[in-house]
């Protein structure tokens, strides 16, 4: 069964803390993603992946780094988080290939940044 | 960038009628898609439509897709208590992006 799982569910950080979301997938996709969800601005991609070893730019990185150790694994790093980082966070992992056009979504992270 | 937005913000249906979500895009794209989200869940894929394709079904669900308006569409027939959920399309180039949503009530 496809699974893109998430940890933690829910975080609080302190501003100026670091802070690491984990993303993990069993649909051996190539390709990762990282959105961030804030009412009235539907799903923005702050980040994604090809493929092991690679991370890209998605719109709004700034604040962010990703990193893709493995096929199965990618991590979303706040490395001085601020209040404004504040939001329910997303990972998904999907093939768009000929014969592939499957994308799943994680359940999601809470993050509240005091 | 917001290169994919629904066209209205919310719509209100009684179980069994049918309805229609909008959504125009900015760009030229390889694919379309449409996902739903339910209240305290991740969004779930509904239908994927490519560029070269004019209509895809999934059961109750019919997107169409107008490359030349930049435009698409997904119908729900026979809406059921359980369609309530925010509609989103998404433009597929090199990353899924998304517009803001329509958020569906279906009442009983």
């Known amino acids: 069964e496809a699974a893109v799982t998430q940890s933690p569910r829910n975080k609080v950080a302190v501003t100026g803390g670091k802070v690491t979301l984990s993303c993990n997938q069993t649909?051996?996709?190539?390709?990762m993603y990282w959105y961030r969800q804030d009412t009235g601005h539907g799903l923005r991609l702050i980040h994604y992946s090809y493929g092991a070893g690679s991370t890209e730019k998605g719109d709004i990185p700034d604040g962010y780094k990703a990193s893709r150790p493995s096929q199965e694994n990618f991590s979303l790093i706040l490395e001085l988080a601020t209040p404004s980082q504040t939001s329910v966070y997303f990972c998904a992992s999907g093939d768009l290939g000929l014969n592939q056009d499957t994308q799943y979504f994680g359940p999601g992270t809470r993050l509240l940044v005091l | 960038s917001q290169l994919a937005e629904e066209n209205l913000w919310a719509l209100s249906v009684h179980e069994g009628e049918s309805v229609t979500v909008n959504c125009s895009y900015k760009t030229s794209i390889t694919a379309l898609q449409w996902y739903r989200q339910k209240s305290g869940e991740g969004p779930a894929q509904l239908i994927l439509i490519r560029s070269n394709e004019r209509e895809k079904r999934n059961g109750r669900l019919r997107a169409t897709l107008d490359t030349s308006s930049q435009s698409s569409s997904l119908s729900i027939t026979a809406t059921r208590c359980e369609d309530t959920a925010v509609y989103f399309c998404a433009t597929d180039n090199n990353a899924p992006r998304f517009g803001a949503g329509t958020k569906l009530s279906v009442k009983p």
């Open positions: 649909n051996n996709h190539n390709n």
